[in-house]
């Protein structure tokens, strides 16, 4: 039944945004955030044509008569936004896949622990997909943020978040400028992997480089180490190159100056097109006055996930490793 109403979502969504896109002459992931837009408000100014208002009104009442999950909402958008996506050249233009965001939110639901609320914040935040995953599997009280300087992205991500009826606040920005955001408990974020354009900006960080364009997912890093609480938690999906770039040296010495290094998870290969492309999660947390490493750091090689019963044991020796090693946060 479920997946039923993530089709049901998705077919309302896309032909509301291709209905946008072929009588407006707009990108369909513009149309795609006026669509969202539309059946929130029943309003746009993209269009006055009754053919087109006619359309938006059919497919936009199918929101009306049920009420679908907020699980369901999210995937119906997500399958929208992977078409949008399909061709696109621009590298931010990428979705974190479910299985990635899937393990996020169970990792976070392990650092969590018994809080019963906590910052979040996500500074590359992108269509918000990978947020609002971690959030409807996360049962508390979440005050939530997300970072973006592609306007796209951040629309369709505000559209998502009202859409599941969740409360997040977006910054509009280039996210290695600095913020109006105090200290979060915990970090998401699949980093934007490859070179940071502004190295005026780059300049004011630990990690540039010492010649040419510094590394943007080096950046980001050391920028949501700023923006977390001592004792507070990191998680990243990072390429699996991330320790042996021309530049890891200088990112391995300060890591072990600013954090410890909690866990590295690495996805199967299989999960990807190319061995270049291929990506892990690094669990980092913030050092503090009161913290100190794990004895051994969660080192873990995933098996495909659709080897369930591979996957079963995998679950249980992380489960152990956080019974043995990780309180989860103190607030």
Same mark, same amino acid.
Request: hydrophobic letters at 40%.
């Given at each position: @039944?479920?997946?039923?109403?993530?089709?049901?979502?998705?077919?309302? &969504?896309?032909? @509301? =945004?291709?209905?946008?896109?072929?009588?407006?002459?707009?990108?369909?992931?513009?149309?795609?955030?006026?669509?969202?837009?539309?059946?929130?408000?029943?309003?746009?100014?993209?269009?006055?044509?009754?053919?087109? !208002?006619?359309?938006?009104?059919?497919? /936009? =009442?199918?929101?009306?008569?049920?009420?679908?999950?907020?699980?369901?909402?999210?995937?119906?958008?997500?399958? /929208?936004?992977?078409?949008? #996506?399909?061709?696109?050249?621009?590298?931010?233009? #990428?979705?974190?896949?479910?299985?990635?965001? #899937?393990?996020?939110?169970?990792?976070?639901?392990?650092?969590?622990?018994?809080?019963?609320?906590?910052?979040?914040?996500?500074? =590359?935040?992108?269509?918000?997909?990978?947020?609002?995953? *971690?959030?409807?599997?996360?049962?508390?009280?979440?005050?939530?943020?997300?970072?973006?300087?592609?306007?796209? $992205?951040?629309?369709?991500?505000? @559209?998502?978040?009202? @859409?599941?009826?969740?409360?997040?606040?977006?910054?509009?920005?280039?996210?290695?400028?600095?913020?109006?955001? +105090?200290? *979060?408990?915990?970090?998401?974020?699949?980093?934007?992997?490859?070179?940071?354009?502004?190295?005026?900006?780059?300049?004011?960080?630990?990690?540039?480089?010492?010649?040419?364009?510094?590394?943007?997912? %080096?950046?980001?890093? +050391?920028?949501?180490? %700023?923006?977390?609480?001592?004792?507070?938690? &990191?998680?990243?999906?990072?390429?699996?190159?991330?320790?042996?770039?021309?530049?890891?040296?200088?990112?391995?010495?300060?890591?072990?100056?600013?954090?410890?290094?909690?866990?590295? $998870?690495?996805?199967?290969?299989?999960?990807?097109?190319? +061995?270049?492309?291929?990506?892990?999660?690094?669990?980092?947390?913030? !050092?503090?006055?009161?913290?100190?490493?794990?004895?051994? /750091?969660?080192? *873990?090689?995933?098996?495909?996930? !659709?080897?369930?019963?591979? #996957?079963?044991?995998?679950?249980?020796?992380?489960?152990?490793?956080?019974?043995?090693?990780?309180?989860?946060?103190?607030?």
């Amino acid at each position: @039944m479920e997946q039923q109403n993530v089709e049901k979502v998705y077919q309302a &969504l896309d032909q @509301m =945004a291709e209905s946008l896109e072929s009588h407006e002459n707009i990108a369909y992931l513009d149309a795609l955030g006026a669509a969202m837009e539309y059946i929130i408000d029943r309003e746009t100014e993209l269009t006055e044509k009754p053919i087109v !208002k006619q359309q938006l009104d059919k497919h /936009a =009442a199918i929101f009306d008569k049920q009420g679908y999950k907020k699980e369901e909402v999210r995937k119906g958008i997500q399958l /929208a936004i992977l078409k949008g #996506m399909k061709g696109a050249t621009q590298q931010q233009h #990428m979705l974190t896949p479910d299985t990635v965001a #899937m393990l996020i939110g169970y990792l976070t639901n392990k650092l969590v622990g018994k809080n019963d609320n906590f910052r979040l914040f996500d500074p =590359a935040v992108g269509t918000g997909n990978l947020l609002t995953a *971690v959030l409807n599997q996360v049962e508390k009280d979440v005050q939530a943020y997300g970072s973006d300087v592609d306007p796209t $992205l951040i629309q369709l991500a505000v @559209m998502s978040a009202n @859409m599941q009826e969740r409360q997040i606040e977006f910054f509009h920005q280039d996210s290695l400028r600095p913020f109006l955001l +105090e200290p *979060v408990d915990l970090v998401v974020s699949d980093l934007p992997v490859g070179y940071y354009p502004d190295d005026v900006q780059a300049a004011q960080y630990d990690l540039k480089a010492e010649e040419g364009h510094s590394y943007s997912h %080096h950046l980001f890093i +050391e920028q949501s180490l %700023h923006y977390t609480k001592e004792g507070g938690y &990191l998680l990243f999906v990072v390429p699996n190159f991330l320790f042996e770039s021309d530049q890891a040296r200088s990112l391995h010495a300060f890591l072990q100056q600013q954090a410890h290094i909690v866990g590295l $998870l690495q996805f199967p290969d299989s999960m990807f097109k190319s +061995e270049s492309q291929a990506k892990s999660v690094l669990i980092l947390q913030k !050092k503090g006055t009161l913290t100190t490493a794990p004895k051994q /750091a969660l080192l *873990v090689q995933l098996p495909s996930f !659709k080897n369930p019963n591979a #996957m079963s044991n995998v679950l249980k020796q992380i489960n152990d490793w956080f019974d043995n090693e990780l309180t989860g946060l103190k607030n």
